[in-house]
Nanobody, 121 residues
Framework: VQLQASGGGLVQPGGSLRLSCAAS????????WNWFRQAPGKQRELVAT???????DYSGSVKGRATISTDNAKNTMYLQMSSLKPEDAAVYFC????????????????WGNGTLVTVSS
């Protein structure tokens, strides 16, 4: 299983961007999707979660400015962010709980590569 994140870049304060995370490989069931971010010198922070049931949760730092969604047909997750602030600058990582086969009762969490978001004028 591989997760490939993309969509980062340089954005001006107040701007928007959409991050993507595509899962590939042996995937029987994809359960929870997560976006984390890590700014220089700071701990990795959970930003958004989407469960297979459709429940979402956001950190207080992005609530109201971020939307997590999926395209299940493409095994792809998105994070749409708006009104970006300099403090949103970080490397964003995607994470997903995946069962690889029908016998994989418990599954495991997989990490994607990071995609860098820079917020600056």
């Amino acid at each position: 299983v591989q997760l490939q994140a993309s969509g980062g870049g340089l954005v001006q304060p107040g701007g928007s961007l959409r991050l993507s995370c595509a899962a590939s490989g042996s995937i029987f069931r994809l359960n929870t999707w997560n976006w984390f971010r890590q700014a220089p010198g700071k701990q990795r922070e959970l930003v958004a979660t989407l469960t297979s049931g459709g429940a979402t949760d956001y950190s207080g730092s992005v609530k109201g400015r971020a939307t997590i969604s999926t395209d299940n047909a493409k095994n792809t997750m998105y994070l749409q962010m708006s009104s970006l602030k300099p403090e949103d600058a970080a490397v964003y990582f995607c994470n997903a709980h995946i069962e690889t086969t029908r016998r994989d009762r418990y599954g495991k969490y997989y990490w994607g590569n990071g995609t860098l978001v820079t917020v600056s004028s």
